[in-house]
């Protein structure tokens, strides 16, 4: 399995970016799709979770209501649109999959390279 993350750049807080995520090695409309961050000197963090059929999502506490992921599976595309973002969003994400929609990371068999998120105040 191979996951391609993208998206990442330098934006000021409040601005919107969109990362991707292609998967590639097995049937991805079978496996719940994650996104985790990790900031400098910090814990890897749950962000976002969906399942294979795109119908259920779960989110963490500091995203809720700004972040949404959505799953393509006819293009093998996971997606995190990240809105009113804030300095503290500032940190490398990563996409994973698994079989499970939880938030431990050790949920999740397959990890992405990540994409560094910079949010400018």
């Known amino acids: 399995v191979q996951l391609q993350a993208s998206g990442g750049g330098l934006v000021q807080a409040g601005a919107s970016l969109r990362l991707s995520c292609a998967a590639s090695g097995r049937t991805f409309s079978s496996y719940v799709m994650g996104w985790f961050r990790q900031a400098s000197g910090k814990e890897r963090e749950f962000v976002a979770a969906?399942?294979?059929?795109?119908?259920?999502?779960y989110y963490g506490n500091s995203v809720k209501g700004r972040f949404t992921i959505s799953r393509d599976n006819a293009k093998n595309t996971v997606y995190l649109q990240m809105n009113s973002l804030k300095p503290e969003d500032t940190a490398v994400y990563y996409c994973?999959?698994?079989?499970?929609?939880?938030?431990?990371?050790?949920?999740?068999?397959?990890w992405g390279q990540g994409t560094l998120v910079t949010v400018s105040s």
């Open positions: 969906i399942r294979g059929s795109g119908i259920s999502t």
């Open positions: 994973a999959q698994g079989s499970y929609m939880r938030s431990n990371p050790e949920s999740y068999d397959y």
